[in-house]
C-alpha cells in the first residue's frame, strides 16, 4: 500500500475545490429563496398600509356624511324655531339644537384628527411601497449573480471531475476501497494533513510508527478522527 504525500494531497485539493463550489451551487438557492421570503413580507406590509389608508379614508368620509347630516338637522331645527306653538317646543328644540352643534363639534375635530392620520399613513405607505421595490430590484439582483455563478461553478466542477478522475485513477489498485469508502462517509473532510507528528483535521498527536508509515508513503488512518493522512508538503 504505498501512496505518495504529493499524490493524497493533489486528490485533498480536488476534493476540497469541489466540496466549496457545490456549497456555492446550493447557497445560491437559498439566498434566492430568502430574498422570495422577505418580497412576500414586503409585499404583505405594502397591501396592509395601503389597505388602511383606504379603510381610514372611508371613515373620514363617513364622519363627513354623518356631519353633514348633522348640520342639515340643526338648519332645519333653526327653521321651525319661528313656527314653536309654546315656550316648551321652543326650548325643546334649542336643547336639540345645542346638542346637535356639540355632536357636530366633536365630529368636525374627529374629521381633522383622521384626516392628519391619513396623511401620515400615506407617507407610511409610500416608504413600503419604496421597500417593496427596493426588495424587488434585489430579488432580481440576486437571481441573475445566481444564474452567473451557477455557471462558471458547474463548468468548474466538471473540470475539477476530470481531474480528480485522472488523479484517482493513479492511485494503487489495494488502496482505493479504502480511499472511497472514507471519502464517501465523508467528502473533503476525510483526509487531513499531519503536521509535527498532529493530526490536523482533529487536533490529536499522531503515534511515532504511524509518522513513519507516512514518512514510507503507506496508507494512514488517524485513530481518533478516521482521516485519511498525509505529511504536510515541506
Not at 159 to 168: C, H, S, W, Y
Not at 177 to 191: L, T
Request: aromatic share 2%; charged share 25%.
Amino acid at each position: 500500500m504505498a501512496v505518495t504525500a504529493e499524490a493524497l494531497r493533489e486528490l485533498h485539493r480536488i476534493h476540497r475545490q469541489l466540496a466549496d463550489l457545490h456549497e456555492r451551487l446550493e447557497r445560491g438557492p437559498r439566498q434566492v429563496k430568502a430574498r422570495q421570503v422577505n418580497v412576500s413580507k414586503l409585499t404583505m406590509a405594502q397591501s396592509t398600509a395601503h389597505d388602511t389608508v383606504l379603510q381610514t379614508r372611508m371613515a373620514a368620509d363617513q364622519k363627513q356624511l354623518e356631519l353633514k347630516a348633522n348640520d342639515g338637522r340643526i338648519v332645519d331645527w333653526k327653521a321651525k324655531l319661528n313656527g314653536c306653538s309654546s315656550n316648551k317646543e321652543y326650548q325643546t328644540l334649542l336643547e336639540q339644537i345645542a346638542a346637535a352643534e356639540m355632536a357636530g363639534s366633536v365630529l368636525a375635530d374627529e374629521i381633522l384628527e383622521t384626516l392628519e392620520r391619513i396623511d401620515q399613513l400615506e407617507v407610511a405607505a409610500g416608504q413600503a411601497e419604496e421597500l417593496l421595490k427596493s426588495g424587488q430590484q434585489e430579488l432580481l439582483k440576486c437571481r441573475d449573480s445566481v444564474v452567473q455563478e451557477t455557471q462558471i461553478a458547474s463548468r468548474d466542477i466538471e473540470r475539477l471531475e476530470i481531474e480528480l478522475a485522472k488523479a484517482e485513477s493513479n492511485l494503487p489498485a489495494d488502496l482505493k476501497g479504502d480511499y472511497q469508502r472514507v471519502i464517501h462517509s465523508k467528502g473533503a473532510e476525510g483526509m487531513a494533513e499531519v503536521e509535527e507528528q498532529v493530526c490536523l483535521g482533529c487536533g490529536q498527536q499522531i503515534t511515532l510508527n504511524m509518522q513513519n508509515n507516512l514518512m514510507l508513503n503507506k496508507l494512514v488512518f488517524c485513530h481518533s478522527c478516521g482521516c485519511l493522512l498525509y505529511l504536510v508538503e515541506s
